[in-house]
């Protein structure tokens, strides 16, 4: 099976632009959760897509919005960039089954916003 | 809402060596699960370690074993024999039962290094 895959790795942008993270699950798992972890600290719970549907959100605004497909593949937006939102972001998907509490990461997307 | 606190930035060890990370939690649910997750440099958040709520016997994996205290909301990780392979970033997780898998509190970490 394949893992959590996140693209692109890096990217640079400058404040006020807008940008896409993608995010492609774990085979077989139908929920992604997005989390933004800046330096040093501990990952931020932003929000989860289940089954295409958003299913809870942490206290972002809301010019962090998401999408998740039909092969439960998921984007995170993000939209006029501030300094701030330079970050680590994470993606994990799981099985959507309230017995299965494991969550599987993909390596991040490292974003500078300059 | 919850909170988890690790008061340990940085602590180091002996290769070979036990180490033990702690964390505090706040919460007013009853039924929870608590992780310690693994960072290493390549960034990926390795899960270390499961515990639930209901359950009195503190979880083993191998060389790693937790000291879970519920009345206390403390919840620590014991990694014994360390290795080199050990030193990364430890993060301490909260989550709620009954929730899709994924929709955690974490903690701002613990930097651990292992020296040979």
């Known amino acids: 099976e394949t893992g959590v895959t996140q693209s692109p790795t890096h990217l640079i942008k400058t404040r006020g632009q807008q940008v896409t993270l993608r995010c492609s699950s774990q085979s077989g798992h139908n929920t992604v959760s997005w989390y933004q972890q800046a330096l040093g600290q501990g990952p931020q719970f932003i929000f989860q897509?289940?089954?295409?549907?958003?299913?809870g959100r942490g206290n972002f605004p809301p010019r962090f919005s998401g999408l998740q497909f039909p092969n439960y593949s998921s984007e995170l937006n993000v939209n006029a960039l501030e300094l701030d939102d330079s970050a680590l972001y994470l993606c994990?998907?799981?099985?959507?089954?309230?017995?299965?509490?494991?969550?599987?990461f993909g390596q991040g997307t490292r974003l500078t916003v300059v | 809402a919850q909170t988890v606190t690790q008061s340990q930035p940085e602590m180091s060890v002996q290769e070979a060596e036990t180490v033990t990370l702690s964390c505090t939690y706040d919460t007013s649910e009853n039924n929870y699960y608590l992780f310690w997750y693994k960072q290493p440099p390549s960034r990926q958040m390795i899960l270390v370690i499961r515990?639930?709520?209901?359950?009195?016997q503190n979880a083993t994996e191998n060389r790693f074993s937790v000291n879970f205290q519920k009345a206390a909301k403390s919840f620590s990780l014991k990694i014994s024999d360390s290795q080199l392979g050990d030193t990364a970033m430890y993060f301490c997780?909260?989550?709620?039962?009954?929730?899709?898998?994924?929709?955690?509190?974490f903690g701002d970490g613990t930097t651990l290094t292992v020296k040979p």
């Open positions: 994990a998907s799981s099985p959507g089954n309230s017995m299965n509490t494991e969550a599987f």
């Open positions: 897509y289940y089954r295409e549907e958003e299913n």
């Open positions: 997780a909260f989550m709620k039962q009954y929730t899709n898998a994924g929709k955690s509190t």
């Open positions: 515990q639930e709520a209901y359950k009195q």
